[in-house]
């Protein structure tokens, strides 16, 4: 059983990514999955979430407009869309998983390494 977040790297304030968060071992298709993200000297926190019915909710202001959740279960994996990145977006971002609903960060059983997002000029 293992979530694997990828897709981070550099990019220049305005630019796009797109994160992938592929499940092996079970299938996300009932689940909620939800991103999360910690920069540097501050604690995690949580960016957005997808339930298992394709609904999804924001868990902070900042990304709103900027940030969409994503799911295809036919590929058992749920994407971020991060554009018009800032410098404060920097973070390793994470990926977490828990039955039907979105909640709250100690919520998720099941995590995923994080991917290193770096907004620099």
């Known amino acids: 059983v293992q979530l694997q977040a990828s897709g981070g790297g550099l990019v220049q304030p305005g630019g796009s990514l797109r994160l992938s968060c592929a499940a092996s071992?079970?299938?996300?298709?009932?689940?909620?999955v939800a991103w999360f993200r910690q920069a540097p000297g501050k604690e995690r926190e949580g960016v957005t979430c997808?339930?298992?019915?394709?609904?999804?909710?924001y868990f902070t202001d900042s990304v709103k407009g900027r940030f969409s959740i994503s799911r295809d279960n036919a590929k058992n994996t749920v994407y971020l869309q991060m554009n018009s990145l800032k410098l404060e977006d920097t973070a390793i971002y994470y990926c977490?998983?828990?039955?039907?609903?979105?909640?709250?960060?100690?919520?998720?059983?099941?995590w995923g390494r994080g991917t290193l997002v770096t907004v620099s000029s």
């Open positions: 977490a998983a828990r039955s039907y609903l979105c909640s709250g960060l100690g919520e998720y059983p099941f």
């Open positions: 071992g079970f299938t996300l298709e009932k689940d909620a």
């Open positions: 997808i339930n298992n019915d394709g609904s999804s909710l």
